[in-house]
């Protein structure tokens, strides 16, 4: 459902900050921030992430149930992986500044800075992007699900997946204090269907 804006209302936003939006922290080198139709009531149906990684960072895998997502290389060099639910190959998309990675709707995915500093913007088509994190997958499906549908040691799992925690965004987690996170996606925002 589209919704009307009025852009003659005194409340009509176009420009926003970004700096003062962040979704997730890990460090000074690693973090992302978000604008969403939230921050930005012009928008419509847009959305994007303002990434920042150093070398061998990670966005965690997930994925986004209701949007596609847009890679562009501001800085550096990253990785964009992708998981072909039709080939179930993994595609490898090196991108330097000047490209872009396209992601569609829905499928399994990560990024990678190959080199420190880098930048990347990724630009969704919906006004709010949902968010399936890998960290949460792992971290929420009880252990003996995970057990007994793969046929593991339940106490194995839960030692292995002990250190995941939900929301993680930026990996390898391990390499910083652990962050707390804004609101952004946390919790109302995520819709697990």
Request: charged share 25%; no cysteine.
């Given at each position: 459902?589209?919704?009307?804006?009025?852009?003659t209302a005194d409340s009509a936003q176009f420009s926003f900050d970004l700096n003062k939006s962040p979704l997730f922290k890990l460090n000074s080198q690693n973090l992302i921030n978000v604008l969403g139709v939230q921050h930005l009531n012009t928008l419509?149906?847009?959305?994007?992430?303002?990434?920042?990684l150093s070398k061998g960072f990670y966005v965690e895998p997930h994925?986004?149930?209701?949007?596609?997502?847009l890679v562009y290389c501001i800085s550096g060099e990253a990785r964009v992986t992708i998981l072909n639910p039709f080939t179930r190959q993994l595609i490898n998309e090196v991108i330097t500044p000047g490209m872009v990675a396209n992601v569609p709707q829905g499928w399994w995915h990560y990024e990678?800075?190959?080199?420190?500093d880098t930048h990347l913007l990724a630009i969704f088509d919906?006004?709010?992007p949902e968010v399936i994190l890998g960290s949460d997958i792992l971290a929420l499906t009880p252990a003996n699900v995970m057990a007994e549908t793969y046929c593991i040691d339940e106490k194995m799992w839960k030692?292995?997946?002990a250190p995941i925690h939900p929301g993680t965004?930026?990996?390898?987690a391990c390499k910083a204090e652990r962050p707390v996170s804004p609101s952004y996606y946390q919790p109302a925002p995520i819709r697990y269907v």
């Open positions: 459902m589209r919704k009307y804006m009025d852009y419509e149906n847009s959305s994007l992430l303002d990434i920042f994925y986004h149930q209701n949007a596609s997502e990678e800075a190959l080199t420190d919906a006004p709010t030692d292995v997946t965004y930026i990996g390898p």
